[in-house]
């Protein structure tokens, strides 16, 4: 390995770092991080932190998960790779799809189709819903409906999809015949509704209008994150989902449930959809599928759309999508040995735990400074809170404060994530009490910092 000093003087000068500007990461050097222990990472210069990013949604069970770790060794010495084109397979694949159909029976999902990641996903259930649709002989249904706020991937599809102008705007025209729903947001929204409850309905009257206006035999799915994730961490109320579900009953609407970030038991509940008591059509899955060790995804399918193209003797069913490392075998084996030890951990009572304690706190910390707006979360291990410059008009704060916000925390023992005016949270899912009170103390050392 290169020496420190080779490492900081050539930092963001050969790469461009995603969603970032390249000009910001040559002036503000990103932190180089090169050791990972239990839910602690450490930088070039051996300073730690307790990870409150959890990587990036998806280190569930944390940097030193050796099952997962033996499993990619053991599988890199019997077979490195193999496709699962047509015509061939492996015997991993075949174990890891049967260990999902268990997993999210609950859910009514019965078929994995497997991906690099989620982006992948995202697209892949997309194609498949207006698949679904021309197979069935409704071939008009080529529109899709989603939340403003909203996250999806980046690929074309799903930043068309995108709630956030950030993803979208550099990158216009994206795909037509995407359209857009206000989201569940209780603190921001065009109806100055602050009730969680009422706000739901009115989303859910916004979408049925949206539907008649569109004319439901011109759309083929509403995909949506059970609990919106990079846009800000925006819980909705109880009954939006379902509210969603039934309208997507109703009018024919295949309904997508992107739950890369929540599947697994980041909500506190084995998955978003299982939170909120909704079976989805699709579910777009990946992060911790693998624990982060290796890039993989799969949608899940459910056996109503599953009996659609099994059963299709006209040829239409032929899937016309994949990638060279859909159903990987390293992949697949890391994902075998993480889905056991997530089960076996039982991740998802600890996350609901910790996250009372996160939230609670972050609550806590709302009270006692002036700059935070709004606290978020309160379903499992993922928080946000957002920062003002004055409560009042709700004035966004200066990207200079909130990146101060960020050094200081670091600094101070936790590394955190700013996106816009937020400050978003999403540790490990096996992190202990102790860790949490290190997040809170760190945000807490850092907000008082500002003066």
Known sequence: MKDENFLKENNARHLWHPMAHPADSISNPPDII??????????????????????????NLGYSCQPVKDAIAAQLDRL?????????????????????????EEDGLSRAFF????????????????????????????????????YHGTHTLGASVNGNANFRTQYEPLMPGCYHIPAPYPYRNPFAETDPGKLAQKCLAALEDEINFQGPETIAA???????????????????????????????????????????????AWSGSRLWGVRPDLMCTAKAITNGYFPFGAVMVSDEVAEVFEGDKSGKGAIG?????????????????????TERLQVKDNAAA????????LTALKEKYELIGDVRGGHGLMCAIELVADRES??????????????????????????????????????NSKHVDTILTALDAGFASLG
């Open 394 to 431: 709700k004035t966004p704060i200066d990207k200079k404060t909130i990146g101060a916000l960020h050094r200081a925390t670091y600094e101070n023992g936790a590394m955190v994530r700013v996106s816009g005016n937020n400050v978003i949270l999403s540790p490990p899912l096996v992190l």
């Open 222 to 268: 509403f995909i949506m994150e059970p609990v919106l994730g990079a846009g800000g961490v925006i819980p909705p109320h109880e009954s939006l989902m379902p509210g969603v579900r039934a309208l997507c009953d109703k009018h024919g609407i295949l309904l997508i449930a992107d739950e890369v970030i929540t599947a697994f038991g980041r909500t506190g």
């Open 354 to 361: 910790r996250g009372t304690q996160l939230f609670d706190g």
């Open 321 to 341: 999508s994949g990638y060279t490392y859909s159903g990987h075998p390293v992949g697949a084996a890391a994902a075998i040995a993480c889905l056991k030890e």
């Open 80 to 104: 490195p790779y193999y496709s699962i084109f047509r015509g061939t397979t492996n015997d991993l694949v075949i174990e890891l799809s049967w260990m999902l159909k268990d997993f999210f």
């Open 34 to 59: 090169v050791g990972g222990e239990g839910v602690e990472i450490t930088d070039v210069d051996g300073h730690r932190t307790v990870d409150g990013v959890g990587g990036l949604w998806n280190v």
């Open 115 to 150: 991906t690099s990641g989620g982006s992948d996903s995202v697209e892949i259930a997309l194609r498949l819903a207006r698949q679904y649709h021309k197979v069935r002989g409704e071939s008009g249904r080529v529109k899709y409906l989603s939340l403003k706020k909203g």
